[in-house]
């Protein structure tokens, strides 16, 4: 999507008609780039309505992200953090990656070109019906300290959650969010340093606020998005405040203490506890066994002894 189809949204975000003489004239430009920046928006699954004689009108709420409404409900929490806002950008972690951010540094995007997902996979997710957001920490200790991280990222959403009135939330191991089975969130946790410390770690989450047909059809798993459950849908920017204030509470504990101390807590809402499940490795190898919890460094434990520390669970008998 443009710079423009931003600009055009973000006069369209009234949610009334505007003629595109008016819109063309305090954007200054041309008409016809209007009717380009409306065909960029619909590939990103924004349509307009466009009415012969009243002009171009969005047909649906659009809550922008928004920087001071995010900080202000922070409270002092937010000196944690300095938080940055872009329209469009490629995928936010691999921006903070190309970047070498300062400690605490947060980007989240309305549109990502490229957001990547665990295992090499494709992010997708269509402006305004997403939060996509990635945070840049560093740790004194290496990587090997680091395993548990995501799951106390994923606890960390689930309270977060909580806090806004969305509960029924499950983990799957290591790192998404499920309800009833389908994927509400995900995380993606990168590193870089050397073994023994410090690392820098690069904390990328996504999650659905709402789907629309052509983004289930294109995601190759079951799929839920915030707006179908049955709470309140807190909107983006107070999710977004309440999930930056967990963080802050979980980073400094696990830069201390490590997953330890979220263990019990993640385990409870542990979606596979107990239950028959396949686990592909990441060399591609396949294994089955029955879930008996995580152990502290955050590796799934099987009955048989075996404890893994990345792969893909699927409970069996579900794909
Ligand atoms: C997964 O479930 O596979 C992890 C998904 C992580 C997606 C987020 S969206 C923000 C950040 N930027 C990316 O490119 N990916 C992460």
């Known amino acids: 999507m443009t710079p423009l189809a931003f600009s055009m949204l973000r006069l369209l975000s009234d949610r009334r008609f505007h003629s595109g003489e008016d819109i063309a004239k305090s954007l200054d430009v041309s008409r016809a780039s209007l009717s380009n920046a409306a065909r960029s928006m619909q590939s990103c699954g924004i349509t307009l309505d466009r009415v012969r004689g009243r002009g171009y009108r ?17 409270g002092e929490k937010c000196r944690h953090f300095d938080i940055e806002i872009r329209d469009c950008i490629d995928s936010t972690s691999s921006e903070l990656l190309r970047t070498n951010p300062p400690h605490g540094k947060v980007l989240a995007a309305e549109l990502q070109t490229g957001g990547r997902g665990r295992m090499g996979r494709t992010w997708f997710a269509e402006p305004g019906r997403s939060l996509t957001f990635s945070a840049a920490w560093k740790f004194d200790q290496g990587a090997g300290f680091l395993s548990g991280l995501g799951l106390a990222t994923g606890l960390s959403l689930v309270r977060a959650m909580k806090a806004c ?66 709470f309140t849908n807190p909107g983006r920017n107070r999710l ?7 963080l802050s509470d979980m980073l400094e504990i696990f830069g201390k203490e490590g997953f330890a101390p979220f263990r019990e807590e993640w385990s409870a809402s542990h979606a596979c506890h107990g239950k028959p499940v396949r686990i ?38 579900k794909s």
């Open 58 to 74: 969005m047909n649906r709420d659009f809550e922008w992200l928004d920087r001071d409404a995010v900080v202000g409900m922070m």
């Open 240 to 246: 977004f405040a309440a999930i930056l204030c967990e």
């Open 165 to 230: 009135g969305i509960g029924d939330i499950e983990l799957k191991w290591p790192n998404d969010l499920l309800h009833r089975h389908r994927k509400l969130a995900g995380i993606l946790i990168e590193v870089r340093g050397d073994m023994l410390g410090p690392s820098h770690v690069v904390i990328g989450i996504g999650i659905n606020f709402s789907l629309s047909e052509t983004m289930k059809e294109r995601i190759d798993q079951a799929v839920v998005s915030i707006d179908s459950l049955p």
């Open 280 to 317: 592909r490795l990441p060399s591609g190898k396949i294994l089955e066994g029955r879930v008996c919890g995580v152990n502290e460094k955050g590796e799934i434990l099987l009955e048989d002894g075996q404890s893994f520390s990345s792969g893909e669970v699927s409970l069996r008998g």
